[in-house]
């Protein structure tokens, strides 16, 4: 995984697109991917100057997933150390106060789909679709994405991508709330681009302040967010200026 400036990123010194392709046609996930992918959202959730996250694949794919018969994925030393890597790497994309911007063409399967899940908003072209392999499900390797997907679909919704072969559309994923924006396919960066804009002009202080607002609404008993509201709302008068006070 590289971050790259592209003709769209050119001009949003805010914003940094995260690619999965590592520059190969290959859109499967594999050990390298896992690595080069924590490693690149750390630092670019470490850089102040960036705001803005957008995690992007190829023009055709997304991410088509874990390849079961890679090789490089079973030798006994690297399997331990790509599952450890590929769920920081999750962690870090839920846990940040950047936010962070999905664009999706082609398939996201299996561990891709996980991936895409674990973003703040989602964009993806009108062909886009979300799969969650069957062969992955028997063997517990989908539980980051059945875990996130269970957090963001209803119950009925979800059971489409349990079904054999089934999947979801990314035309059904919108209509559900899953995806924010559909493209047309070839156009899921920009718009997500598009999107990221005006969110890459507010402070990261303000970003990470929606955030967090946004991870802890809905967890607590509406008594105690109404009393939290009233104590912040009090405290912001008493810190605004006393306008035409004596």
């Known amino acids: 995984m590289t971050l790259f400036a592209d003709d769209h990123a050119a001009t949003d010194d805010c914003i940094g697109v995260l690619n999965l392709q590592l520059g190969t046609a290959s859109a499967a996930m594999t050990p390298a991917m896992a690595h080069a992918g924590i490693e690149a959202l750390s630092t670019t959730l470490r850089d102040p100057d960036i705001h803005v996250i957008v995690l992007t694949g190829s ?9 079961e018969s890679s090789p490089e994925l079973h030798a006994a030393h690297d399997e331990p150390a790509f599952i450890d890597a590929l769920h920081d790497w999750l962690l870090a994309l839920c846990d940040n106060d950047k936010p962070i911007i999905a664009a999706v063409e082609g398939q996201a399967s299996g ?3 996980a991936l895409a899940l674990a973003c703040d908003l989602i964009v993806c072209a009108r062909s886009a679709q979300f799969l969650l392999p069957m062969a992955g499900e028997i063997n517990g390797r989908h539980a980051g994405a059945s875990w996130l997907a269970a957090k963001r679909l209803p119950r009925a919704a979800l059971a489409e991508l349990y079904l054999p072969d089934g999947g979801m559309s990314a035309e059904r994923a919108h209509t559900l709330g899953l995806v924010c924006r559909l493209a047309e396919p070839g156009m899921a960066l ?3 681009l598009q999107l990221a804009r005006p969110l890459a002009r507010h402070t ?3 970003l990470g302040c929606i955030k967090q607002h946004m991870a802890h609404v809905g967890s607590q008993p509406l008594h105690e967010a ?3 509201e009233r104590r912040r709302w009090l405290r912001h008068r008493a810190l605004a200026p006393a306008h035409g006070r004596s």
């Open 59 to 67: 023009a055709q794919q997304f991410c088509l997933g874990l390849q």
């Open 190 to 192: 920009p718009m997500a």
């Open 226 to 228: 109404l009393a939290d």
């Open 204 to 206: 990261l202080e303000e």
């Open 111 to 113: 561990a891709g789909l």
